[in-house]
């Protein structure tokens, strides 16, 4: 038993011998050019040496694509070069944006979109509800004194590793029509139910799934903000004699609370850019009932007949507004819970 | 050492043996509930998954599904080139016997007994049933690598996983290096700046990254996978906060022994800083190993498809060969699985201690 706990340090410790000598070369070529640099530039002028091929990459694929972003959504046609691009002004999203009551995506002149955002809206609305209830259910229930924590834990946990398509797949084969929960559902005396094909059940599912794969992260994080409570709180109200119902209101939700909004929040992030799962899964539908608003960007921008960058530049900016809202949030949130 | 006197006790009560407290509440009897539920739910996708990337194509396609693969036994019967698929008829006369099926016609199927050739009978197909036994279909795993595109796909995988990897230790780590040893005009504003970029996820700047990508000529290249997401400010964040606990003294007094800053970054602050660097390894790993909506969009030609672009893309086929699509999900998850299996401690504590994945 004492030689299995050590088996992972030594592999671990092969593996690092292993993999770190060429990298151990290339450090050493390094050396050479680096301290004909520091020459030149002197020891103030090294950190911008350390931190430029890092910022470079910042550069040139994030900070210049964010204001080429803007140019792109303020002109039209399909050409992929900024040069050959018609400048339209504010075309794109008066396009975008025409409505006659927005709640209603069919009077909208781009319907896709709204559909898109409506659809996104349902998801996000569900899926961050059940999926923080569930792992807060799971965090608390992991940190009592239970058998075999460290397995449970792993349990809940190890989805979050799988990639988003194999995820999808396990999902699409049992939800097939000759799936093995409708094996299930014939067995038990009732008819099959073709989930693909009914909208309701497509959009379940998107959340189900989505929830199945992503608890074991939120879990971890409120299991951690559960660990950070002091125990002897519980101690002093277990003297007392209070109630376990008590004892949950009164001491261990207030404490998470804080932990438990930056999970919300982060959630919400995560949720509003939901695609991978869901495309593989469902491919959007069926129509465009579980169609999102980062499928909405891609199918305009890359897989339609005619590419309309355009369009799909000023839907990522719409997107982009969105999500700046909710980091804002974050930021707040994550900032009340380190102060306070 | 087992304390003998555990074993003596009966089951029950080593289940039900409790820590502290004496008394059962509802709640310890609704958590053994959830999970045990939860093993089920999150385990039975998994196992089911497994279990049919062993069964035959034809296997797949019965309902309702059986748990075990299990394949129909073919014998090979004298006078007959092929072998003859084997099934339990119910005779008139109401015994059973063991048949071998020579060809079927509509609702009647031509039989021969296999212990004695010559002997032919017509059975209506509804009084044969098939004799299966357990058989793994290992062709599921071996036919993709020959016929299709799938060592490629993987293959690719392997190389923008490793090569993103290594480009990602490298520029962050002098990234956070320069953030953190040194005291300088403007480290704030950095610092600033890659929170900020933190914030700019590749959905909302897919369209322009793409143009980027296409006007440095990567399109269709490993290269468009592996350079833009090889910068990550996460990556920047948690090795800085890190190597920010490293003493000063050690760093002046390699300083003193005129060491060059890049001795001291890579002899000094590195090995020091190695179980962050792992952490963002396996973090790295992983992302690029799942990574799915960008190399969907730069990867356009099998040949440089992705696994995860690649198994896409067998399940949009028109005739899905299910049989393969398991068999290679479960490959796609082996890596994962053995990443999870050997390092859940490292990648448990970074989650928890950074609050990113």
Redesign the interface.
């Known amino acids: 038993m004492i030689k299995n706990t050590d088996q992972?340090a030594a592999?671990?410790n092969t593996a690092v011998s292993i993999a770190g000598w060429p990298?151990q070369q290339v450090?050493r070529l390094?050396?050479y050019p680096?301290?004909k640099i520091?020459r030149g530039v002197g020891?103030?002028g090294?950190?911008?040496?350390?931190?430029l091929?890092?910022?470079i990459?910042?550069g040139?694929?994030?900070?210049?694509?964010?204001?080429?972003?803007f140019a792109?959504s303020f002109t039209g046609g399909t050409e992929?070069?900024?040069s050959n691009r018609v400048y339209t002004g504010t075309e794109q999203y008066r396009f975008l944006l025409d409505c006659k009551t927005f709640g209603d995506p069919i009077t909208c002149r781009e319907d896709r979109f709204w559909k898109g955002l409506y659809n996104t809206f349902i998801f996000v609305f569900f899926q961050v509800s059940f999926l923080v209830l569930f792992s807060l259910?799971?965090a608390l229930?992991l940190n009592?004194?239970?058998r075999g924590r460290g397995f449970?834990?792993?349990?809940?946990?190890?989805?979050?590793?799988?990639?988003?398509?194999?995820v999808a797949?396990?999902?699409?084969?049992?939800l097939l029509r000759?799936?093995?929960l409708n094996?299930f559902l014939?067995?038990i005396g009732m008819d099959k139910i073709l989930f693909f094909v009914s909208p309701e059940w497509a959009m379940f599912w998107a959340v189900f799934v989505s929830i199945?794969a992503h608890m074991g992260?939120y879990t971890?994080?409120l299991?951690?903000g559960l660990q950070a409570i002091q125990p002897d709180l519980y101690e002093a109200a277990e003297m007392d004699g209070t109630s376990?119902e008590r004892v949950f209101w009164r001491i261990t939700l207030p404490l998470l609370w804080p932990n438990l909004l930056?999970v919300v929040v982060?959630a919400l992030i995560k949720g509003v850019?939901v695609?991978?799962e869901v495309f593989?899964l469902t491919?959007g539908g069926p129509g465009t009932a579980t169609q999102f608003i980062?499928q909405y960007?891609?199918n305009t921008?890359?897989t339609e007949q005619v590419q309309n960058?355009g369009l799909?530049?000023a839907a990522?900016?719409v997107?982009?507004v969105i999500?700046?809202v909710l980091?804002m949030l974050q930021l707040a949130v994550t900032r009340a819970r380190d102060n306070g | 050492m087992a304390d003998p006197g555990v074993e003596t006790k009966n089951l029950v009560s080593i289940i039900l043996a409790r820590r502290g407290r004496k008394k059962w509440h509802w709640t310890d009897i609704f958590s053994y509930t959830y999970l045990a539920l939860g093993i089920f739910l999150m385990f039975g996708p998994v196992l089911w998954l497994g279990m049919s990337s062993f069964k035959t194509r034809a296997g797949l396609l019965e309902f309702p599904p059986t748990f075990f693969p299990l394949g129909q036994i073919e014998l090979q019967v004298e006078g007959y080139e092929k072998p003859l698929l084997l099934f339990d008829v119910k005779m008139d006369d109401g015994s059973t016997r063991q048949l071998a099926q020579i060809r079927r016609i509509g609702i009647v199927s031509q039989m021969v007994d296999p212990k004695n050739p010559g002997e032919k009978f017509k059975i209506p197909i509804d009084q044969r049933t098939k004799v299966r036994e357990f058989r793994m279909a290992w062709e599921n795993y071996r036919d993709p690598l020959e016929r299709f595109n799938f060592l490629l796909f993987l293959k690719n995988s392997v190389v923008v996983t490793v090569v993103a990897t290594l480009v990602t230790l490298l520029i962050n780590s002098m990234a956070a290096y320069g953030l953190s040893i040194y005291e300088f005009r403007g480290r704030n504003a950095i610092m600033l700046f890659v929170i900020g970029t933190l914030m700019i996820p590749i959905t909302v700047i897919m369209v322009p990254v793409y143009l980027v990508v296409t006007n440095l000529g990567m399109v269709n290249s490993l290269w468009a996978v592996i350079l833009p997401g090889a910068a990550t400010p996460t990556g920047v964040f948690l090795l800085r906060q890190y190597m920010l606990t490293i003493p000063k003294e050690l760093i002046e007094a390699a300083r003193m022994d005129n060491a060059s800053e890049w001795t001291i970054f890579s002899k000094v602050v590195l090995p020091l800083a190695m179980p962050a660097i792992a952490v963002l390894a396996i973090f790295s790993v992983m992302w690029r190993w799942n990574e799915f909506l960008w190399p969907l969009i730069v990867l356009n030609r099998t040949e440089v498809y992705t696994l995860q672009v690649g198994l896409n893309a067998f399940q949009g086929e028109l005739d899905v060969q299910w049989h393969y699509i398991l068999a290679m999900t479960v490959v796609t998850l082996i890596p994962v699985a053995l990443v999870f299996a050997f390092l859940q401690k490292f990648i448990t504590t970074g989650i928890a201690s950074s609050g990113m994945k």
């Open positions: 992972p592999v671990k990298i450090f390094l050396e680096f301290s520091q020891i103030q090294m950190p911008w040496i350390f931190l091929p890092n910022l990459f910042f040139i694929f994030v900070i210049i694509p964010l204001f080429i972003n792109f992929l070069f900024l259910i799971t229930i009592r004194e239970i449970f834990r792993a349990v809940f946990f190890f989805p979050v590793l799988l990639s988003p398509v194999v797949l396990i999902w699409k084969w049992i000759d799936g093995i094996a014939v067995s199945w992260f971890l994080i299991l951690a376990k930056v982060l850019q695609f991978d593989v491919g980062v960007i891609y921008g890359f960058f799909a530049s990522s900016i997107l982009g999500l700046f980091t």
